[in-house]
């Protein structure tokens, strides 16, 4: 009768032992590196296949080409073997891709990397270059610069490694092991010794392929059979079949204690539901820790000694939050992964949370596609009653019925909420989606005269009417965060308005997710603003707010909100109710499981699919609002593209920045196509893929099309130049907030120049780039065709698609179009509504008969000529912006 017999794991496990190849180890075999110490201080593990199951098993695992994380099947990843492998008093610290200065900064003991190839099967898997995908050499350059280092290669075959091997101390072929990393452990730390040897060639280059034993060029790596060996270590004792069942005892004995240990710590266990969870964690926090989580801060106050004294809660890339020049998205991901690294390394390992200023895509990130503003994309819910206001762009419409019907982006953003989810939790649907904030609470789209941050007189049932249903909606669909506005209701800064904040939004609408400040929106409690801080903490956190967006003066706000709670001007249940919110919000997100920002996503931004739905969006939100001089006359629109002569003009024709408008590179937005001045400084930023109205006409026009272009040509030139018609794109500077207060709304010269010179002199078209509508009556009769374009973004060609037929207009105005400011404010159903063009209004075209409409690409055949107009250059000074999320 036998007493014990292998499991399975336990024969796989076995199986990775026996096939590991030490390919390296030390300078010589008088220092050899391997087998590790268990007792090490601080270690490091990093690399993208050292956390990663799918990685680990390769294709044919699950599915046919495998999968990526560590969801799809039960396992030990490396980084997990390697946790219980070494004594618990090690300090292990895993980043996938960490900087240099990170790794040399931290006096690691050593580290070990794991990288390699992703899962592939059969076709997908021919490689003629057989290197390894960044971040992997990355990875091994900056970890293995700073500290002595295993490289462990998770491969389905011999994969270039030669330019690494010379800083490499130790090199493992770990092949693709399967679920038992455990088996890699074992001999890493000399529970076993390294016996494998290679059953095929390890090649130098690519080139020397096909090259096996005994071919005349046979000049490898790692030739075939080779394979270091180890011993055990002295003190281990292999089991024998004499011994198994003991070992089985003890095993047993071990799980039940690591059982209790995990059940103390509840919230490490993903088992556990979030409330549990939850709570477990608030219960090991002290009150220095929940106030860190309570704490906002802008990436450039960032050290990982700020992280560690103060255990910040939450990081911010904020409109100011200028960045590096032409910083790439994969510059963005480890800095945000150094930034996480640094919170996971504070004593309970609670993840911090990105926050980012998204306003109408990543509006601040080298490369993005940039949509155009809330005017028709946008993340808030404010309604816009007054254009004077310089957040006009930021608000859908003046009609609270569009806004509520655009609180559907918390969807796009989150996922779809589950059915019979409790209302008013916020909900986060995987690792390819972030937590969406509504804002800002409430009513600053109505403020007196339009001033920005103004007060809001309004009684309760306007305000409930026209401010509050996109809120309502928006935790209906599970937002996550709700940020509170500047303005005031009634000369009560919303900042400290308790009955709204927490008895109206948290008590009566249920909203169980985080309440956040606006940018040092606390400051500006007090008048004049940032005068009495202590007191004007004290009301916003009794008000009910939860994260405060400080975004600087982390010190003081650490220490006035310990001084209140001390001295009981706070209860802790408001200081807990804060940080159960926060720490919520994490735990929905998946953060405690996956702290990491992924690689996998940086070959999207900027996508072609995401330009193409941008121009898409470009196409729908124009609105034709004249088209034809007078009503008798034949519409002017759609244009010829087979004109002899046309000319462009106008201050918005050729300049990407306006395009964009404010919150576009830099907060306040930037000019031109090549440079900007910033304060003191000169950023030059190449916007590779934006296309200016210039540049879209050029590709849409017939190659034989002759065009001109100038900003303001004077009249002469127009009257002689012999143009069949004229593109005229003027509008507003970029502004943001209240920089773009305005209580004129005119368009500056030489814009009316502009018009004035070219529409009557020969036909034309103007295109009105504007975040609001703007003084137009003046100009009315002289024009044949108007559109308003809003701030369309980078993608120009939209503009194009529509003044040249390949689409029709379709677009309404959202808000009212005034004839003179003296009118305002006026919105829809006021007694004295006379506008220049009312709410809803917009003309339509039809697409032409031979138009690409019917297909996706929709443009016509860019001009050969012209290819260069793809890579048109922008200037500007970049902010930063990243994901919320796993």
């Given amino acids: 009768m036998k007493t014990f017999t292998y499991t399975h794991r336990d024969l796989a496990r076995e199986a990775v032992r026996k096939s590991l190849v030490l390919l390296k180890n030390g300078e010589n075999a008088d220092s050899p590196v391997l087998p590790l110490s268990k007792k090490a201080k601080k270690i490091l593990v990093a690399g993208t296949h050292a956390n990663n199951l799918g990685y680990q098993c390769g294709g044919w695992s699950l599915t046919w080409q495998g999968l990526t994380g560590n969801n799809n099947t039960a396992g030990t990843t490396i980084l997990s073997a390697i946790t219980a492998a070494v004594d618990p008093s090690t300090e292990i610290m895993f980043s996938e891709n960490p900087d240099a200065d990170f790794v040399k900064s931290n006096n690691f003991s050593y580290a070990i990397v794991a990288v390699g190839e992703p899962p592939y099967a059969e076709t997908n898997g021919d490689s003629l270059n057989l290197t390894i995908a960044e971040p992997g050499p990355s990875t091994i350059t900056n970890v293995c610069g700073g500290v002595k280092c295993v490289v462990i290669v998770v491969s389905g075959r011999p994969v270039v490694i030669e330019p690494y091997v010379s800083s490499i101390d130790a090199l493992v072929a770990a092949w693709l092991p399967g679920t038992e990393g455990q088996g890699v452990s074992d001999v890493l730390f000399g529970d076993y010794g390294f016996t494998g040897k290679l059953p095929r060639t390890w090649f130098k280059t690519v080139d020397q392929l096909p090259m096996n034993v005994g071919d005349a060029h046979y000049d490898p790596l790692f030739p075939f059979g080779f394979g270091l060996t180890t011993d055990p270590v002295d003190q281990m004792i292999k089991p024998s079949s004499s011994v198994l069942l003991v070992g089985l005892f003890c095993l047993c004995c071990w799980t039940e204690m690591t059982k209790g240990e995990e059940e103390d710590m509840k919230y490490k266990n993903p088992k556990y539901s979030i409330n549990d969870r939850v709570e477990d964690l608030l219960a090991r926090m002290t009150l220095e820790e929940k106030i860190g989580q309570m704490a906002q801060v802008d990436r450039g106050n960032i050290t990982a000694e700020v992280m560690k004294e103060y255990n910040i809660g939450s990081i911010l890339s904020g409109g100011e939050s200028v960045p590096r020049t032409q910083a790439t998205t994969q510059d963005w991901v480890d800095?945000?992964?150094?930034?996480?690294?640094?919170?996971?390394?504070?004593?309970?390992?609670?993840?911090?949370?990105?926050?980012?200023?998204?306003?109408?895509?990543?509006?601040?990130?080298?490369?993005?596609?940039?949509?155009?503003?809330?005017?028709?994309?946008?993340?808030?819910?404010?309604?816009?009653?007054?254009?004077?206001?310089?957040?006009?762009?930021?608000?859908?419409?003046?009609?609270?019925?569009?806004?509520?019907?655009?609180?559907?982006?918390?969807?796009?953003?989150?996922?779809?909420?589950?059915?019979?989810?409790?209302?008013?939790?916020?909900?986060?649907?995987?690792?390819?989606?972030?937590?969406?904030?509504?804002?800002?609470?409430?009513?600053?789209?109505?403020?007196?005269?339009?001033?920005?941050?103004?007060?809001?007189?309004?009684?309760?049932?306007?305000?409930?009417?026209?401010?509050?249903?996109?809120?309502?909606?928006?935790?209906?669909?599970?937002?996550?965060?709700?940020?509170?506005?500047?303005?005031?209701?009634?000369?009560?800064?919303?900042?400290?308005?308790?009955?709204?904040?927490?008895?109206?939004?948290?008590?009566?609408?249920?909203?169980?997710?985080?309440?956040?400040?606006?940018?040092?929106?606390?400051?500006?409690?007090?008048?004049?603003?940032?005068?009495?801080?202590?007191?004007?903490l004290l009301l916003s956190i009794q008000a009910g707010l939860d994260m405060i967006m400080i975004p600087h003066n982390y010190t003081f706000f650490v220490k006035f909100l310990t001084n209140h709670v001390?001295?009981?001007?706070?209860?802790?249940?408001?200081?807990?109710?804060?940080?159960?919110?926060?720490?919520?919000?994490?735990?929905?997100?998946?953060?405690?499981?996956?702290?990491?920002?992924?690689?996998?996503?940086?070959?999207?931004?900027?996508?072609?699919?995401?330009?193409?739905?941008?121009?898409?969006?470009?196409?729908?939100?124009?609105?034709?609002?004249?088209?034809?001089?007078?009503?008798?006359?034949?519409?002017?629109?759609?244009?010829?593209?087979?004109?002899?002569?046309?000319?462009?003009?106008?201050?918005?024709?050729?300049?990407?920045?306006?395009?964009?408008?404010?919150?576009?590179?830099?907060?306040?937005?930037?000019?031109?196509?090549?440079?900007?001045?910033?304060?003191?400084?000169?950023?030059?930023?190449?916007?590779?893929?934006?296309?200016?109205?210039?540049?879209?006409?050029?590709?849409?026009?017939?190659?034989?099309?002759?065009?001109?272009?100038?900003?303001?040509?004077?009249?002469?030139?127009?009257?002689?130049?012999?143009?069949?018609?004229?593109?005229?794109?003027?509008?507003?500077?970029p502004y943001a907030e209240t920089k773009g207060d305005d209580s004129n709304l005119t368009m500056i010269e030489p814009v009316p120049s502009v018009i004035k010179n070219i529409c009557g002199a020969v036909k034309c078209v103007v295109i009105v780039v504007s975040g609001r509508p703007i003084v137009m009556e003046p100009y009315i009769s002289s024009i044949d065709a108007l559109v308003a374009a809003w701030l369309p973004g980078t993608e120009g060609q939209g503009i194009a698609d529509v003044l040249y037929g390949d689409y029709g207009f379709t677009g309404k105005l959202a808000r009212t179009w005034f004839k003179r400011v003296d009118q305002l404010p006026m919105n829809v159903g006021d007694k004295d509504y006379d506008p220049l063009f009312p709410y809803g209004f917009g003309l339509t075209t039809k697409p032409n008969a031979n138009s690409t409409s019917a297909n996706s690409a929709g443009a016509a055949a860019p001009r050969s000529s012209q290819a260069s107009w793809s890579s048109v250059l922008l200037s500007l000074s970049l902010g930063a912006l990243l994901w919320l999320s796993h």
């Fill in 335 to 536: 800095m945000i992964n150094k930034f996480q690294n640094w919170s996971l390394a504070t004593r309970l390992g609670i993840p911090m949370i990105y926050g980012i200023d998204a306003v109408h895509g990543h509006n601040n990130v080298f490369k993005a596609t940039i949509f155009p503003h809330n005017v028709g994309l946008g993340a808030t819910r404010q309604v816009c009653r007054d254009p004077r206001w310089g957040r006009c762009y930021e608000s859908y419409s003046e009609d609270p019925s569009i806004v509520k019907q655009m609180s559907e982006l918390v969807i796009g953003l989150q996922g779809e909420i589950p059915a019979g989810s409790p209302k008013g939790v916020p909900y986060v649907g995987g690792p390819d989606k972030v937590a969406a904030s509504a804002k800002h609470f409430v009513g600053d789209g109505g403020t007196t005269n339009g001033i920005n941050e103004n007060n809001t007189v309004i009684d309760w049932q306007g305000l409930f009417e026209i401010h509050m249903p996109g809120y309502i909606e928006s935790i209906a669909k599970g937002v996550s965060t709700v940020m509170v506005s500047y303005s005031s209701w009634n000369g009560v800064k919303m900042h400290a308005n308790y009955e709204l904040i927490t008895k109206y939004l948290k008590d009566t609408l249920n909203f169980k997710g985080v309440v956040i400040s606006d940018w040092l929106g606390v400051d500006k409690i007090s008048n004049p603003p940032m005068t009495n801080y202590s007191n004007s």
């Fill in 566 to 733: 001390n001295e009981n001007r706070i209860p802790m249940s408001r200081i807990d109710d804060a940080v159960r919110r926060i720490l919520s919000l994490k735990f929905m997100m998946g953060l405690f499981e996956k702290p990491m920002a992924s690689y996998e996503y940086i070959p999207w931004l900027g996508c072609q699919a995401h330009r193409d739905l941008g121009r898409e969006a470009v196409r729908k939100s124009l609105v034709l609002l004249k088209n034809g001089k007078t009503p008798n006359d034949a519409p002017m629109l759609p244009l010829p593209r087979t004109a002899k002569r046309i000319l462009v003009a106008g201050t918005h024709a050729n300049n990407l920045g306006y395009q964009c408008g404010g919150w576009s590179l830099t907060w306040q937005g930037v000019s031109g196509n090549n440079h900007t001045v910033v304060g003191n400084k000169m950023f030059t930023f190449v916007f590779e893929t934006g296309t200016t109205i210039l540049g879209a006409i050029t590709k849409a026009v017939n190659e034989t099309t002759e065009i001109f272009y100038s900003v303001n040509p004077d009249l002469e030139l127009v009257t002689l130049g012999k143009f069949d018609y004229a593109v005229v794109a003027v509008g507003e500077l």
